[in-house]
């Protein structure tokens, strides 16, 4: 069972039926096991493994995600690369609830998570100045613009630890900081995507404006416009797959370790 591309789902996302001719996988890693069963089918005439990044029931919480297990049975599969769709909460006024964020920049704020699959043995100064593929980028950017839907080419996603929303002092703290939005998923998985020489990027959603509109985040109304969104996300998906040529060209992601080591 081999695949090209990877999605990790977010929130919302579980649908395995974007995908032709299933077959679902189970795969062991030496960081354990990923999320849940691995779902390979076909999609625009590519091969797609699609992960839950929560598993299927939604049962795991973000500190406790496996993105080491992930990103390795992802690879082990053959994956070269990965869209991680995911939900954000919007820090700017312009980043309005349902629309598409294509983040370039994080700033990390979780604390329990172990970022690098190199933990024992050597050190892996993995770098992350760009942590996404641009080639990705380029593709989600283009797409979204086609389809009219309402979306932002750049965001700095600060990745807090959850599983609780922020308080209003560490919201305008971030905004200070210069971040777009705030979520709980970023991170380590797309650095673990790096150092496993795997292109990664991430459309994310905008489900509400944090706490510092003076405004309480309220799980319903973060779920009625998820719902509302996860179309979108899908087509982009969808039309982005069909437009990745079929090898990696313009992007480095594929030799990232080559100068990662001391
Ligand atoms: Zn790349």
Redesign the pocket.
Known sequence: MQAEIGIIGGTGLYDPKLLKDIEEVTVDTPYGAPSDAITIGELAGKRVAFLPRHGKTHSIRPTDVNSRANIYALKQLGVKRVFAPSTVGSLREEYKPGDIVFVDQFIDRTTRREQSFYAEQRVCHISVAEPM????RQVLIGVAKDFGVSSHSIGTYVCIEGPRFSTKAESRMYRGWGADVVGMTLVPECVLAREAEL?YATIATVTDYDVWKDHAVCVDDIVRTMRANIENVKRIIVEAIARLPRE?GC?E?GSALKSAFV
């Open positions: 593929c641009p080639e990705l292109c990696r992007c992601c």
